[in-house]
């Protein structure tokens, strides 16, 4: 099956700080989502980003299908921004990766 | 908020029990998957229903059952409960049966087994 690896596993930022979080999967893919775990448990919907880029406030993502790796930038970061991260692939199911756990400090 | 509702969003019980979680996709979404995530497996695909039939099907124990109603509802059974099953138990949904519809998650139901 598809094997989806996210890096880094962690990242601690000060606030105001930029990041790059990476997504590689192992086979080509019709769908790929990125998600935010927030602290409470709930996972929010950040880009249905099979190919190509897209922005949405702080946060943009890209997506090279090609070279099958997806990449998260997170610019001028928040407290609020803290929690997990995750990449999730779909070539019959939505596969997750392990998640970056990403840490924002005032 | 996503459109699709779980409850119910916290439960504790005891081993050897059974419960039942509840999910209402988004109005018009016809797809309804069911992941697990626990602290040492991560987020993990169990099962999803299209339409009212499954449509595939991942980890999912024996233990555990599933079915999606006409009114596009489905519920998630989970019998003969162990330790190891506490987890929070996510429901999300999709407009499309295929690879490439874009999924939208319920919060959760966090089961806690003792």
């Known amino acids: 099956g598809i094997q989806v690896e996210q890096s880094p596993p962690d990242l601690i930022l000060q606030e105001g700080a930029n990041s790059t979080l990476r997504c590689n999967f192992s086979d080509s893919v019709n769908n790929l989502q990125w998600f935010h775990q927030n602290p409470w448990g709930q996972l929010i919907n950040l880009f249905y980003i099979p190919s190509g880029t897209k922005q949405n406030g702080r946060l943009s993502a890209t997506t090279v299908a090609t070279e099958r790796y997806s990449l998260l930038y997170i610019s001028s970061s928040q407290t609020t921004d803290s929690g997990v991260y995750f990449c999730a692939v779909q070539g019959g199911k939505l596969i997750f990766g392990q998640g970056t756990e990403l840490s924002v400090k005032p | 908020d996503s459109g699709v509702t779980q409850t119910p969003k916290h439960l504790i019980t005891a081993t050897g029990q059974r419960v039942t979680l509840r999910c209402s996709p988004r109005s ?76 939208f998650f319920g919060e959760g139901s966090r089961l806690t087994v003792l």
């Open chain 2, 28 to 103: 018009g979404d016809l797809s309804v998957y069911w992941y697990q995530q626990s602290l040492d497996q991560g987020l993990q695909f169990l099962i999803q229903y299209y339409n009212g039939e499954e449509r595939a099907k991942g980890n999912i124990l024996e233990r555990f059952s599933a079915q999606q109603f006409p009114d596009l509802h489905s519920e998630l059974n989970l019998s003969s409960l162990e330790l190891g099953d506490s987890a929070l138990y996510f429901c999300a949904s999709s407009a499309s049966g295929s690879d490439s519809g874009e999924l």
